[in-house]
């Protein structure tokens, strides 16, 4: 009797083992073999950016070392002060609806990303060097696990950075303090608002690269290591801003880095009123600087 329900049981696992082909079963992670993104191109350029927000360390996802592929990582302690160029991949339809290592579901299209190292979870800005393009995504997974990447986007991060076709790109990741970066906003938020009297006349519009810029503080937006996408940001800017837009070249024994600044600026009320505005069109980090 009992060899013939041991029979039966294995029968029945070999059943439910067969199905798994068109369906994934509790014991079955991935359906899909290679991965790919949605059947027909979706439209993701509405989908915003993820909020930075204060969040306590994930329960999942967040041992201070762990193994893959016979490969042992460190997490970070905190996120503060990381920043890190390297290569970006992205992963879509064969995770979606899978947990991430922090036992969430994955949605390619939210604004999420896979790393090895940051806390889960953290906010971080990705820059794709090669375009300009950038996007504030939520740590919520690990990996990516291939050698030369540094984070994996979801396919709606990846779209907006204009990766989806190659596959990868070069990019600079940088994380975000939730705290800073929001008490920056309130404070520009309850700041007193300058007359427009008070304010000094923009310098011309033209986009500068080399020239020697005139005395006084600017406000540095980005710097790249391409000038290509240095001049890319700053004719977005030029449109966008009336105040003068430069790009400026800073020769390092690593090679020049190109500086996309505004300015010069009035006075620190001005600044924080350029900050916030800024901030909303999603370029984070912008600061003061002396020329």
């Given at each position: ?27 079955s992670?991935?359906s ?42 460190s ?11 390297g ?15 922090n ?10 990303a896979a ?159 350029m ?17």
């Open positions: 009797m009992k060899i013939m329900m041991l029979a039966l049981s294995i029968a029945a696992l070999l059943l439910s083992g067969c199905t798994s082909t068109s369906k994934p079963s509790s014991g992670r991935y899909i073999k290679h991965d790919h993104g949605p059947s027909a191109p979706v439209d993701v350029s509405n989908v915003p950016d993820a909020v930075p927000k204060v969040e306590p360390k994930s329960r999942g996802g967040n041992k201070s070392t762990y193994k893959v592929l016979g490969k042992r990582y997490v970070l302690p905190a996120a503060d002060g990381y920043r890190e160029i290569g970006a991949s992205w992963y879509g339809n064969k995770f979606h609806g899978h947990l991430t290592s036992g969430e579901t994955y949605d390619m299209y939210k604004m999420t790393h090895k190292s940051l806390p889960i979870p953290t906010y971080v800005k990705v820059t794709n060097l090669k375009n300009g393009r950038h996007v504030i995504v939520r740590v919520n997974d690990r990996g990516p696990f291939h050698k030369g990447r540094i984070i994996d986007l979801s396919y709606a991060a990846a779209s907006k950075l204009g990766m989806l076709r190659s596959g990868t790109a070069r990019v600079e990741v940088e994380a975000i303090n939730p705290v800073t970066w929001n008490a920056s906003k309130i404070i520009v938020s309850s700041a007193t608002k300058v007359a427009p009297s008070t304010l000094s006349k923009p310098l011309s519009t033209d986009v500068t690269s080399k020239g020697v810029l005139a005395a006084g503080r600017y406000l540095q937006v980005g710097a790249y290591s391409l000038e290509a996408s240095a001049r890319k940001v700053a004719s977005q800017l030029d449109s966008d801003f009336t105040m003068g837009t430069h790009v400026n070249s800073l020769e390092r024994a690593s090679g020049s880095l190109y500086r996309v600044l505004l300015g010069p600026v009035a006075n620190r009320a001005e600044a924080d009123n900050i916030e505005k800024l901030t909303q069109r999603g370029f984070l980090g912008a600061h003061l600087v002396n020329f």
